[in-house]
């Protein structure tokens, strides 16, 4: 909370000067999920300057899907985006520049992390309760998100980072395929700790919540059936951008 306010009041120096409808800030599944947000909210506002706005889990993937759609060409073909943030992972179908089927699930690369690697260990046991888990919290959309779309994309940190292994390791170019997933599940499992962790294009701050992120794209991978994933450079910071200028 303490630094999460001194980032906010750094921010708001920058911003000091800018019209409040310039600036859109909006909480996501952290401050969904938060006890106090309101009490938070209330210190957040105040030291950023602008009004902060908790969306829904659905607006996120609305956003999501804009912020993918607006950075790449539109190929015809109906997407499946794949957004795995550190408490929530979004699902989305969409045709052009419109989401048609959007759900958000209570699951990240933050609280896999926490709930079966915080001990800082990565055992083949760990690794298949947190497939597992990540699996039963994909059962209720599964059959929604298995068909009705031609191409699957993956936007945000968790996996551009999946990708940079998969690139560093010569396991893959520019997509991660079902096979790099396995090497990279078997890497992290061989490695036995988040601290012995020595996997090219992995940064030191990401390792920590890697192995969480990796148990949920393969639960995803095997529960709709994909072979191989595009990564977006766009997701939800370019679909707010694009929704505040209209």
């Not at 030291?47 to 609305?62: D, K, Q, T």
Request: proline share 3%; hydrophobic share 45%.
């Amino acid at each position: 909370r303490r630094r999460a306010l001194e980032c906010l009041a750094r921010f708001g120096q920058r911003l000091r000067g800018l019209p409040r409808g310039a600036v859109r800030a909006v909480g996501t599944n952290t401050l969904r999920q938060m006890k106090d947000a309101a009490s938070f909210l209330a210190a957040a506002e105040q030291a950023l300057g602008h009004p902060i706005e908790i969306i829904a889990g659905r607006e996120e993937a609305r956003l999501i899907y804009q912020g993918m759609a607006q950075s790449r060409p539109d190929d015809g073909r109906r997407r499946l985006v794949i957004d795995i943030g550190g408490g929530s992972t979004e699902l989305i179908i969409g045709e052009g520049r419109e989401a048609l089927a959007m759900e958000s699930l209570h699951m990240g690369c933050v609280s896999m992390s926490r709930a079966y690697f915080g001990d800082g260990r990565i055992g083949a046991k760990g690794m298949r309760r947190a497939e597992t888990a990540a699996r039963l919290e994909l059962r209720p959309v599964e059959e929604q998100f298995r068909r009705g779309w031609e191409v699957a994309i993956g936007t945000s940190s968790t996996i551009r980072a999946i990708r940079s292994v998969v690139r560093a390791e010569s396991w893959g170019n520019g997509e991660i395929t079902k096979a790099a997933l396995v090497r990279l599940r078997e890497a992290l499992v061989d490695a036995a700790r988040v601290g012995k962790l020595a996997l090219g294009g992995l940064s030191p701050e990401r390792a920590p919540v890697f192995p969480g992120g990796v148990a949920i794209l393969g639960a995803i991978f095997e529960a709709l059936g994909l072979e191989r994933l595009q990564v977006a450079d766009g997701a939800l910071r370019e679909g707010l951008l694009y929704d505040l200028v209209g």
